[in-house]
């Protein structure tokens, strides 16, 4: 890879990897993956709650990390502000464009709607706090807050569970140095 691209070729065959699996799923229908999907969503929630408690074990003082000012300031805050509003606009869009599928299979066409009412704002505010939390402990914990994972030489336990954590979501979670 080009020393301008934002992925080592190692990160970029792993890339390749998981989109061949993925694509695997496309042959597999819908109501077969059903127990599949509450496994996934039941042990992503309990590895996001995990990981939660031990990046705040690892900042210390919770209350400090939680209180910290804000990095960015100026023209740089309000770009992020403006680009973090579009990315969450475009994931509702997705799931827009996705809510006839989740409607094909419903037993009566009513049966989603309690779902898509409360289901999709309350599940994008649990893993939006928790995925806050996490990001914010990292500064603490770590001395910087990055969303990469690093090369194996210099990888620790944490960027193994850091991994495992946003394999498992659609989050990049901040990379680490390490419990101190």
């Known amino acids: 890879m080009g020393s301008k691209s934002a992925l080592n070729s190692g990160q970029m065959i792993c890339f390749a990897v998981y989109w061949i699996i993925n694509c695997a799923f496309l042959f597999v229908p819908i109501p077969r993956m059903k127990k599949l999907v509450y496994v996934k969503t039941t042990v992503f929630f309990l590895a996001t709650v995990a990981f939660v408690v031990w990046i705040m074990q690892v900042a210390g003082n919770e209350a400090a990390s939680l209180n910290q000012p804000s990095v960015a300031s100026g023209a740089d805050k309000k770009w992020l502000v403006i680009r973090f509003f579009f990315l969450g606009i475009a994931q509702c869009g997705t799931f827009i464009s996705n809510a006839a599928d989740l409607q094909r299979y419903a037993r009566?066409?009513?049966?989603?709607l309690l779902g898509q009412i409360v289901?999709?704002?309350?599940?994008?505010?649990?893993?939006g706090v928790l995925g806050n939390l996490i990001a914010v402990a990292t500064r603490p914990a770590f001395g910087e807050v990055s969303y990469t994972l690093r090369s194996a030489s210099t990888a620790t336990r944490a960027d193994a569970n850091i991994f495992y954590y946003s394999s498992s979501g659609t989050r990049k979670i901040p990379s680490s140095r390490g419990p101190h």
């Open 108 to 112: 009566r066409p009513n049966d989603v």
């Open 119 to 127: 289901g999709f704002p309350l599940s994008n505010c649990v893993v």
